[in-house]
């Protein structure tokens, strides 16, 4: 659009008592001359708020829309990295979702979910790192308990089994370290 052009449409919206305001029309003449489109700046505007592409001041932009305040001396990586485990629980809540996150966050890219107690659900990584308990807890939704699990074999290596040949699961002991 044409910077005059522009410049109209934007007077018209400002309220009739400011209208002939010089310093304010000053400015926002100023402001629209300013505006230099290029072919990149569409691109430019959608990666400030990407989560992978954001730096700096737009990073903390994205983490305050979320509530997520950026830590004391947190570079751009380890605060887009907690953004990401943060972003990944408030999506969480049905069994799809917990599979998927289970599965971002442990590396296994087939993770076993069982949900046969009421309101209770475990999550087994045979193909990637141990969840820790407040890890999974976080993935279950309001009123669920969420479990790491951990498949009991016997010594020959074989999976013990119901009847139904279904494995026998138990809550799996955390290692000792914390997760923020």
Known sequence: MNPLKLFESVKGLVIEQYRESGNLLSVLESAI????????????????FDINAAEGAW????????????????????????????????????????????????GDPAPQYTDECPATFFVYTP????LLRKQV????????LGL??????????????TADGKKIL???RDEDREVA
Request: no cysteine; aromatic share 4%; glycine share 8%.
């Open 33 to 48: 001359e300013s505006l230099q489109p290029s072919e990149d700046s569409a691109e430019r505007t959608s990666d400030a």
């Open 59 to 106: 990073l903390d932009i994205i983490g305050k829309i979320k509530n997520i305040v950026r830590k004391h001396g947190e570079s751009d990586v380890e605060f887009r990295e907690r953004l990401l485990e943060l972003l990944k629980i408030d999506a969480a809540g049905t069994p799809d979702n917990v599979i998927y996150n289970v599965s971002e966050l442990s």
């Open 127 to 130: 193909g990637g790192r141990q």
């Open 137 to 144: 807890r976080r993935l279950a939704p309001a009123g669920v």
């Open 148 to 161: 790491p699990g951990a498949a009991l074999s016997e010594s020959n290596g074989a999976f013990l089994a």
């Open 170 to 172: 138990a809550a799996a």
